[in-house]
């Protein structure tokens, strides 16, 4: 199984709501990675976790709350979210070489989310 | 901040011919590796170059990287209809550890005219 799922594929919310989006794989990956990506622009990096711990924020608001429960799945906890916050929002998983290494990364479908 | 600038920004070809997209980055890396999106989709890995590799060959695919100019170099060559995407070059070294993010270039959209 080389496949990264993602979900809800499409979401619409508030500035108001809260939503979380769901990120898993079973490809054994130790490092998961959130990405936004706008319209027309290339992937941004947000967040890395590395064995279940958040190793890099791109200084990232903090109405973008990541979370891991457990080396399968990663999730992202939105709050409080601005119309300029609406984008394609990437996982992604891979493993970990180790120092000065890195394997390729899987990218899940995204998610498309619109605040409104 | 963003790290690599490709080159073409558009690229329209006639199917059967060659695309070739440049990148350049600004910092030292460990790995360079291409991607391709289709229309607002996930990313595919298409190939990875290390730091101390000049050339790399997958399929139709023929990756450069010159590390002295900080550029690389993507060439599809016989291109196909199914080709047309877009194309990131990305790098690593942010931290130099195992699990890094990938900065990505700005992209390369291919058209494969039939």
């Known amino acids: 199984d080389t496949e990264v799922t993602q979900t809800p594929k499409h979401l619409v919310m508030g500035m108001t709501n809260k939503k979380s989006l769901k990120c898993e794989q079973h490809?054994?990956?130790?490092?998961m990675y959130w990405y936004k990506q706008k319209a027309k622009k290339p992937p941004e990096l947000m967040f890395v976790?590395?064995?279940?711990?958040?190793?890099i924020n791109e200084s990232v608001p903090s109405r973008f709350s990541p979370e891991c429960p457990n080396s399968s799945l990663l999730n992202l906890h939105l709050h409080a979210l601005q119309p300029e916050d609406s984008a394609l929002y990437l996982c992604?998983?891979?493993?970990?070489?180790?120092?000065?290494?890195?394997?390729?990364?899987?990218f899940g479908p995204g998610t498309r989310l619109t605040v409104t | 901040s963003q790290q690599g600038e490709e080159d073409p920004q558009a690229l329209s070809i006639q199917e059967g011919e060659n695309a070739t997209m440049n990148c350049s980055y600004k910092?030292?890396?460990?790995?360079l590796q291409w991607y391709r999106q289709n229309s607002g989709r996930g990313l595919v890995h298409l190939i990875l170059?290390?730091?101390?590799?000049r050339e790399k060959h997958s399929g139709r695919l023929r990756v450069t990287l010159d590390t002295s100019k900080k550029s690389s170099s993507l060439l599809i060559t016989a291109s196909r209809a199914a080709d047309t995407a877009s194309y990131f070059c990305?790098?690593?070294?942010?931290?130099?550890?195992?699990?890094?993010?990938?900065?990505f270039g700005k992209g390369t959209h291919l058209i494969i005219q039939p």
């Open positions: 910092t030292s890396i460990n790995n």
């Open positions: 976790y590395s064995y279940e711990k958040l190793s």
């Open positions: 170059i290390r730091s101390n590799e």
């Open positions: 490809m054994g990956h130790r490092a």
């Open positions: 990305a790098t690593d070294g942010r931290t130099g550890g195992g699990a890094d993010g990938l900065t």
């Open positions: 992604a998983s891979s493993h970990i070489l180790g120092r000065s290494n890195s394997y390729e990364q899987y």
